[in-house]
């Protein structure tokens, strides 16, 4: 399994954002699933916490706390092809001027 992690700045309605994407190419998710992932304790299926290690909390603890900080956690995910899980959360900088920044 392949995996990636994308960090960038992005400007939402004039407030600065932090957005993180992390993409893998792992097992993915079942359509029908979808609706429960970010609940405590639901996995795929029982044997996946197994084969994998975990409890189902990650992603329900993870959200609360993006939701806590005014941001939000979302994904996309296709059974056999993998998941792109996006943490988006708010930051006290000016990201035009931080990117500004970068670029030198």
Known sequence: MAMCIYVFLEDIDGTPYVHFDIEDSGIGIDKD???????????????????????GLGLSITRQ????????????????????????????????EEQLLCQQ
């Open 33 to 55: 699933k979808h609706p429960a992932i970010f609940e405590p304790f639901i996995q795929e299926d029982g044997s996946i916490s197994r084969k994998y290690g975990g409890t």
């Open 65 to 96: 706390l993006a939701a806590l900080m005014g941001g939000h956690l979302a994904y996309t995910s296709e059974l056999g092809k993998g998941s792109i899980f996006s943490l988006v959360i708010p930051i006290g900088v000016d990201v035009f």
